[in-house]
């Protein structure tokens, strides 16, 4: 696999690694080096810290499972970890259909803190450095979310192509189909991810708007909560069937209002925090020292359109108060 950059007319600019290391050498260092690459594909694919975690140790396992002799003829190991990476993964997509029907309520991606923050609330201690994963506009919640609205082959081969840079003639290899095939299915995604961006909001206006949100809940303004919420807002909670939540989205402005304040009323002295949300303004649900839920938000204009409430616990390891 050559692994090689292809502008082609991508959504994005190189993104987070951009093919860096495919010619690194097979020695240990150079090998373990392309992981925070591995981690940030494997995010990107799966939406799961946890799932790409896993992807990236079975790559490293079948690498070292190699003879040194085998691992010498190859190439470029880079290449070849992305390449084995990137099929484990779309397995996965492949099977996460079957899986998401088995889980209580709705799926949503892991959310994830601060880089500064990282790590938090590890049961093992401190995050390794390279499992961290670059927070761009490719994993904010929003574009997760229209991520797996698509067919895992457009996934990967949008995500590898406008987001890494990697060439159709490599992804071709990876999901079995031809260059055009895998052009294809870029262009189809892209459509996707373009009429969502369409009308996106900069980061500080959508700060402000998330901020006076967190006010207005927290002083119970129904008025000013109704301002700052789009007439057809929806709210998607997961629980995974761990903690109570509500297992349909909660869609329009009076109905999500209604829905605040009876959060509101079940965790009285809960506090609410301004943290940063897979790299954008979101907040952060404290009660009693424990994270209750993290909020993600789409704002478009002056008003937010989706909000996104995790509670799930197996989700919000990385998160501490």
């Known amino acids: 696999m050559s692994m090689q950059p292809d502008a082609g007319d991508a959504v994005f600019g190189a993104g987070a690694g951009a093919g860096e290391g495919a010619g690194a050498g097979a020695g240990a260092g150079g090998v373990l080096r392309e992981r925070p690459r591995l981690i940030n594909l494997a995010y990107r694919f799966l939406g799961s810290l946890a799932d790409a975690e896993d992807v990236v140790q079975e790559t490293y396992m079948r690498w070292y499972a190699m003879s040194a002799q085998q691992q010498a003829a190859i190439v470029s190991p880079g290449g070849w970890l992305t390449k084995v990476a990137s099929r484990i993964c779309l397995d996965l997509l492949g099977s996460a259909r079957a899986r998401r029907e088995k889980y209580v309520g ?7 803190p601060d880089r500064a923050e990282w790590g938090g609330g590890r049961s093992e201690g401190t995050a390794d450095p390279a499992d961290r994963v670059t927070l761009d506009e490719s994993v904010g919640m929003a574009f997760l979310v229209v991520l797996e609205a698509m067919t895992p082959a457009e996934r990967v081969a949008f995500i590898l192509h406008d987001v890494f840079r990697y060439p159709f003639s490599d992804i071709g290899e990876i999901v079995g189909r031809s260059p055009a095939a895998c052009r294809q299915l870029a262009t189809s995604a892209r459509r996707r991810v373009r009429a969502h961006q369409s009308g996106a909001t900069d980061t500080d206006r959508r700060a402000g708007v998330v901020g006076a949100f967190k006010q207005a809940w927290e002083s119970q303004d129904i008025k000013a909560l109704i301002g700052l919420l789009d007439p057809e807002v929806s709210v998607v909670s997961d629980g995974g069937g761990l903690v109570r939540t509500r297992l349909e989205p909660v869609v329009g402005s009076a109905e999500v209002v209604q829905s605040l304040l009876v959060i509101s009323a079940r965790a009285p002295g809960a506090t609410i925090l301004e943290r940063s949300v897979n790299g954008q303004p979101g907040l952060v649900v404290e009660h009693e020292g424990v994270i ?21 616990p197996e989700k919000l390891r990385l998160w501490a108060s």
């Open 106 to 112: 709705e799926w949503l991606p892991e959310p994830l």
């Open 292 to 312: 209750m839920a993290v909020m993600a938000f789409d704002v478009v204009g002056d008003r937010i359109q989706h909000i996104w409430g995790v509670r799930n």
